[in-house]
Nanobody
Framework: VQLQASGGGLVQAGGSLRLTCAAS????????MAWFRQAPGKEREFVAV????????YYGDSVKGRVTISSDNAKNTVYLQMNSLKPEDTAVYYC????????????????????WGQGTLVTVSS
């Protein structure tokens, strides 16, 4: 499984970005997909997850209410719509696939994911 993240860039505070994660195989109907982020000098942080099939979504406290995760199974793509961006949102954003099909156990932990995209950089200027 290969994951390709894209859509990052430079945006002013208050702006919006939509990140895209494309998978090389059909997987979103069976496996949960998540976005994590990592800022320089900080640990990787959970951002959002969507269950296989898209029934359930969960968000990290720092982004709740400002981001939306969605998936398009037909396109093998997961999206992260980010609004009201803040300078503290600056980070490399990674998409990842949960290691267990039809599970969301420990969805907030990076150790629960077995496949990762290469990351896309989001920079929010003040």
């Amino acid at each position: 499984v290969q994951l390709q993240a894209s859509g990052g860039g430079l945006v002013q505070a208050g702006g919006s970005l939509r990140l895209t994660c494309a998978a090389s195989v059909r997987t979103f109907s069976t496996h949960a997909m998540a976005w994590f982020r990592q800022a320089p000098g900080k640990e990787r942080e959970f951002v959002a997850v969507i269950s296989g099939g898209g029934t359930n979504t969960y968000y990290g406290d720092s982004v709740k209410g400002r981001v939306t995760i969605s998936s398009d199974n037909a396109k093998n793509t997961v999206y992260l719509q980010m609004n009201s961006l803040k300078p503290e949102d600056t980070a490399v954003y990674y998409c990842a696939r949960h290691r267990n099909p039809s599970r969301l156990n420990y969805y907030y932990s990076s150790g629960s994911y077995s496949y990762w995209g290469q990351g896309t950089l989001v920079t929010v200027s003040s």
